[in-house]
């Protein structure tokens, strides 16, 4: 079974901090997303990340992926309150087509 | 540019009764998935089909079932419906070619 960790679940930062949040999984893959959740909304799509070694940025959040480690980090840069929301890494394994879902972090930016 | 769409927004039901979740894709893309989101909970996938065909699926329950018709989009029926039916019910589109899944709206699930 397809294992999506995330940690943490839970950040509380302060604007202008600075801050990592990791993905570790269980499987085969190089297809890894970062979805942006805001309460009761549209999952909206931040990053795709398809190779080892894939580092995108926009704004002020870098995605980046290691295949061998099975690892994905969302390192956020001089935090705003406008970035709280959860946000969410996704796997989707060598062995299928759907996108298998971490738990999630929710992210509050307190001034 | 056209997005995925998703209807009802929101819909109520009584325990036991049906419901039908409807999703038009993305011009052009030819894999939907459903997604179940409960409270405070990460999405969990359902069902997807690809070309008309199901193509993989997850923790659907038998109460469920769903198909993708000839225009490609997807119905998401729903059977003696629980409480614990109560979500967010996501469905997303894709291309083959393409490796990115974009998201609807969401049909909000209230089961009384």
């Known amino acids: 079974e397809l294992k999506v960790e995330q940690n943490p679940l839970f950040l509380s930062m302060q604007e202008g901090k600075n801050y990592t949040i990791y993905c570790n999984y269980s499987t085969t893959s190089d297809r890894l997303y970062w979805y942006r959740q805001d309460p009761g909304k549209s999952l909206e799509s931040l990053f795709v990340?398809?190779?080892?070694?894939a580092v995108k940025q926009e704004g002020r959040l870098m995605a980046s992926l290691d295949t061998k480690a099975r690892l994905s980090t969302l390192h956020i840069t001089a935090a705003v309150h406008d970035l709280s929301a959860t946000y969410f890494c996704?796997?989707?394994?060598?062995?299928?087509?759907?996108?298998?879902f971490g738990k999630g972090t929710s992210l509050l930016v307190t001034p | 540019a056209a997005g995925v769409i998703q209807s009802p927004r929101h819909l109520i039901k009584e325990k036991r009764e049906t419901a039908t979740l409807k999703c038009y894709p993305i011009p052009r893309h030819d894999t939907v998935y459903w997604y179940q989101q409960g409270p405070g909970q990460d999405p969990q996938f359902l069902i997807s089909f690809y070309e008309k065909m199901q193509s993989d699926k997850g923790s659907i329950p038998d109460r469920f079932s769903a198909q993708q018709f000839s225009d490609y989009h997807s119905e998401l029926n729903m059977s003696s419906l629980e409480l614990g039916d109560s979500a967010l019910y996501f469905c997303a589109s894709s291309s083959l070619m393409n490796t990115e899944a974009f998201f609807g709206q969401g049909t909000r699930l209230t089961v009384v």
């Open positions: 996704a796997v989707v394994p060598d062995s299928g087509y759907a996108l298998n």
């Open positions: 990340l398809l190779s080892n070694g």
